[in-house]
């Protein structure tokens, strides 16, 4: 089975501080991503690797940035959290279309981190 | 500009009957389709996916049904049962096009079965 990890699953942050969040997998995935979930909105894509050390922007990357340096392991950035930065944030990955067997587009999801920013 | 729209924000169905989540796609580049469901505090799970080569895929209770010219999906859950009560999303991916992989996600709809 996949399994993907995010560092914390609640995390409370002051506004102006910068935040880190965690996100590994243990399937030698080559795609990981960084999504936001808010109320009626649905999933919100804010950056994308598709392999170490690549990164792309998604529909909302403003405010963030992110890391990859290992394969395993994609990290999040919030460089000055803001109020409207609280959210459920939610990593995933996916073997990618270079598997070469069947689709490799099927992401796998983590628990997600519940941020709030006060 | 949402390119998988899931116009239903919501849906009640009693046990045992026929649950139909219904999508809706713009891109004609769109060549697969999943289906996520997600409960409260938790991360979306895989439940299903069909290729555009195909216009039906069964697993178990859930069937996904594809009508490429229309450019529509549903999902059919029979029967309902109250554990899936979740919220669903439905997704698309053009494959080896420019988008490297991403999925492109609907705004979700929220499936309550009541006994």
């Known amino acids: 089975d996949v399994k993907v990890t995010q560092s914390s699953r609640y995390l409370v942050k002051r506004t102006g501080e910068k935040v880190f969040l965690e996100c590994v997998q243990d399937?030698?995935?080559?795609?990981m991503f960084w999504y936001r979930q808010d109320p009626g909105l649905g999933l919100r894509l804010i950056y994308f690797?598709?392999?170490?050390?690549?990164?792309e922007k998604g529909d909302i990357p403003e405010g963030y940035s992110v890391s990859r340096e290992k394969k395993e392991r994609f990290s999040l950035i919030l460089e000055s959290a803001s109020t409207n930065q609280t959210s459920m944030y939610l990593c995933?990955?996916?073997?990618?279309?270079?598997?070469?067997?069947?689709?490799?587009?099927?992401?796998?999801f983590g628990p997600g981190t519940r941020l709030l920013v006060l | 500009d949402q390119q998988v729209k899931q116009n239903s924000p919501s849906l009640s169905v009693q046990e045992g009957r026929i649950s139909i989540l219904n999508c809706d796609y713009t891109?004609?580049?769109?060549?697969?389709f999943l289906w996520y469901k997600k409960y409260p505090a938790e991360g979306p799970t895989f439940l299903i996916s069909?290729?555009?080569?195909?216009d039906k895929n069964e697993d178990g209770r859930f069937t996904v049904f594809l009508n490429k010219s229309a450019k529509h999906l549903s999902l059919h859950i029979v029967p309902s049962q109250p554990g899936d009560s979740a919220v669903y999303f439905c997704?698309?991916?053009?494959?080896?096009?420019?988008?490297?992989?991403?999925?492109?996600f609907g705004r979700g709809t929220q499936l309550t079965v009541w006994p």
């Open positions: 891109n004609s580049m769109f060549d697969y």
């Open positions: 997704a698309a991916s053009a494959g080896r096009g420019s988008t490297l992989g991403r999925l492109y």
């Open positions: 690797s598709y392999d170490v050390k690549m990164k």
């Open positions: 399937m030698d995935h080559e795609n």
């Open positions: 995933a990955s996916s073997l990618g279309l270079t598997s070469g067997e069947g689709r490799g587009e099927t992401q796998y």
């Open positions: 069909i290729s555009s080569i195909k």
